[in-house]
């Protein structure tokens, strides 16, 4: 235990303050509005602030607030997401957000820092999720909770000690986070291109060269221009979309598919073999998704995505790898916000084929590289997850009143 003095955030914080009377104000005068999409829940920062005149809002039920109080979320998901906040500086210092905030307004006793984050803690929004109340999907914390919650409280120069450590613990986090990210961005560029050299046959030259006669022309050695029709059955017929009310009502073990994987379960199947299913109407424009993915076994399928059924010799796996990232968008019509690709754009779509034994090789090529690209994503993952118990951590540690490491520790450990 920390020795420091446990106190009622209600004794050092008032909750949600009464609406001021603005009497130095005029109605033209700008104030600040914050909506609840304004509060990032990653970082906790507000990250617009829109200006407003006074008389637009002073006599609706926003919640108001003022610069260097902390808004904290009490609906449910919001809460839950860690949205939560201290109000920067304000236009005329006074300022309007959503009803569904809770407003905290230290007193001279706590820090605005040291209050953000421990009720920004996971652990205390998960006590807080605990005492929600209401109906499901709108379940709200009280004020009361917040105003009974008890808090360690050690001197102000102890709690800005505490602040200080924890900024610096969640840059860190952060900048590792960023990293990490690009990291990935990285491997979803390489998934690709490793797409992309098997469909034009860069990635087995090296094989071509050693099991075929001729040289590579316009197309690969071996290959042949070929359209989707001709290696693939269209069973576009044979789906049937399901809405979720009545899916509800047929609870089953059969993968429910539409146009980007799995959206659910069913009760029956429309097929069971392999098939390759293509992105009907999604969103086409700035896509990064692959067009088209590899299903197997009982299956249900809905009217967002293409069904096709490989012919002439082509592997279920092969046909995938051709339109994962084909270029399909300039054969859609439609609006730019959800474009459609047409049955008949689907089938008349050109492709270069490979032989069946290239076939072979470029899926086991693919398969392997996957595998690899697999272990990377998942060890970032878990990386990421580990960033986040360490910035929790952290928190925890110091609200229990463990000794705060000085700058000059951090400077020694990077010596």
């Given at each position: 235990m920390t020795g420091w003095p446990l106190t009622a955030?209600?004794?050092?914080?008032?909750?949600?303050?009464?609406?001021?009377?603005?009497?130095?104000?005029?109605?033209?005068?700008?104030?600040?509005?914050?909506?609840?999409?304004?509060?990032?829940?990653?970082?906790?920062?507000?990250?617009?602030?829109?200006?407003?005149?006074?008389?637009?809002?002073?006599?609706?039920?926003?919640?108001?607030?003022?610069s260097g109080d902390v808004l904290f979320a009490k609906i449910t998901p919001c809460m839950e997401n860690g949205k939560s906040a201290i109000v920067p500086e304000l236009p005329n210092g006074h300022g309007f957000g959503s009803t569904e905030f809770h407003v905290l307004r230290p007193g001279p006793a706590v820090d605005a820092g040291y209050l953000w984050n421990f009720v920004r803690q996971k652990s205390y929004r998960t006590?807080?999720?605990?005492?929600?109340?209401?109906?499901?999907?709108?379940?709200?914390?009280?004020?009361?909770?917040?105003?009974?919650?008890?808090?360690?409280?050690?001197?102000?120069?102890?709690?800005?000690?505490?602040?200080?450590?924890?900024?610096?613990?969640?840059?860190?986090?952060?900048?590792?986070?960023?990293?990490?990210?690009?990291?990935?961005?990285?491997?979803?560029?390489?998934?690709?291109?490793?797409?992309?050299?098997?469909?034009?046959?860069?990635l087995t030259e090296d094989w071509r060269r050693a099991h075929t006669d001729g040289p590579d022309a316009d197309l690969?050695?071996?290959?042949?221009?070929?359209?989707?029709?001709?290696?693939?059955?269209?069973?576009?017929?044979?789906?049937?979309?399901?809405?979720?009310?009545?899916?509800?009502?047929?609870?089953?073990?059969?993968?429910?598919?539409?146009?980007?994987?799995?959206?659910?379960?069913?009760?029956?199947?429309?097929?069971?073999?392999?098939?390759?299913?293509?992105?009907?109407?999604?969103?086409?424009?700035?896509?990064?998704?692959?067009?088209?993915y590899l299903i197997t076994g009982p299956s249900w399928v809905n009217n967002h995505a293409h069904v096709l059924r490989p012919k002439n010799g082509i592997t279920p796996a092969a046909l995938n790898i051709l339109l994962s990232f084909y270029d399909f968008i300039p054969l859609t019509s439609g609006s730019t916000g959800r474009r459609k690709l047409t049955q008949k754009s689907l089938m008349d779509a050109r492709l270069a084929l490979p032989p069946p034994a290239e076939q072979e090789e470029i899926t086991r090529r693919v398969d392997e590289a996957l595998t690899s690209m697999t272990r990377v994503t998942e060890h970032l993952a878990q990386v990421n997850r580990t960033l986040n118990r360490t910035a929790e951590a952290a928190a925890t540690r110091a609200f229990q009143g463990a000794p705060i490491p000085s700058p000059e520790d951090g400077q020694r450990d990077q010596s």
């Amino acid at each position: 235990m920390t020795g420091w003095p446990l106190t009622a955030i209600g004794e050092v914080a008032r909750i949600n303050p009464p609406k001021p009377k603005y009497q130095e104000l005029r109605d033209e005068d700008p104030v600040g509005f914050v909506p609840m999409a304004a509060v990032d829940e990653t970082s906790g920062e507000i990250s617009v602030v829109e200006e407003r005149p006074l008389g637009a809002l002073r006599a609706k039920s926003y919640r108001t607030f003022a610069s260097g109080d902390v808004l904290f979320a009490k609906i449910t998901p919001c809460m839950e997401n860690g949205k939560s906040a201290i109000v920067p500086e304000l236009p005329n210092g006074h300022g309007f957000g959503s009803t569904e905030f809770h407003v905290l307004r230290p007193g001279p006793a706590v820090d605005a820092g040291y209050l953000w984050n421990f009720v920004r803690q996971k652990s205390y929004r998960t006590e807080a999720e605990a005492h929600m109340t209401g109906s499901v999907g709108q379940a709200r914390v009280p004020a009361g909770f917040l105003r009974d919650t008890e808090i360690p409280l050690p001197s102000l120069d102890e709690q800005r000690r505490i602040v200080e450590h924890l900024r610096l613990v969640n840059h860190h986090v952060k900048a590792a986070a960023e990293r990490l990210a690009a990291a990935r961005r990285i491997i979803e560029g390489a998934t690709r291109s490793l797409y992309s050299s098997a469909s034009t046959g860069r990635l087995t030259e090296d094989w071509r060269r050693a099991h075929t006669d001729g040289p590579d022309a316009d197309l690969p050695a071996g290959w042949e221009q070929v359209r989707v029709k001709d290696i693939a059955e269209c069973l576009d017929r044979m789906r049937k979309p399901v809405n979720n009310t009545e899916r509800a009502k047929r609870p089953g073990s059969v993968p429910y598919y539409g146009a980007n994987g799995q959206v659910g379960w069913i009760d029956e199947a429309l097929f069971d073999e392999p098939l390759v299913l293509v992105v009907e109407d999604e969103t086409f424009t700035g896509r990064t998704k692959p067009f088209s993915y590899l299903i197997t076994g009982p299956s249900w399928v809905n009217n967002h995505a293409h069904v096709l059924r490989p012919k002439n010799g082509i592997t279920p796996a092969a046909l995938n790898i051709l339109l994962s990232f084909y270029d399909f968008i300039p054969l859609t019509s439609g609006s730019t916000g959800r474009r459609k690709l047409t049955q008949k754009s689907l089938m008349d779509a050109r492709l270069a084929l490979p032989p069946p034994a290239e076939q072979e090789e470029i899926t086991r090529r693919v398969d392997e590289a996957l595998t690899s690209m697999t272990r990377v994503t998942e060890h970032l993952a878990q990386v990421n997850r580990t960033l986040n118990r360490t910035a929790e951590a952290a928190a925890t540690r110091a609200f229990q009143g463990a000794p705060i490491p000085s700058p000059e520790d951090g400077q020694r450990d990077q010596s």
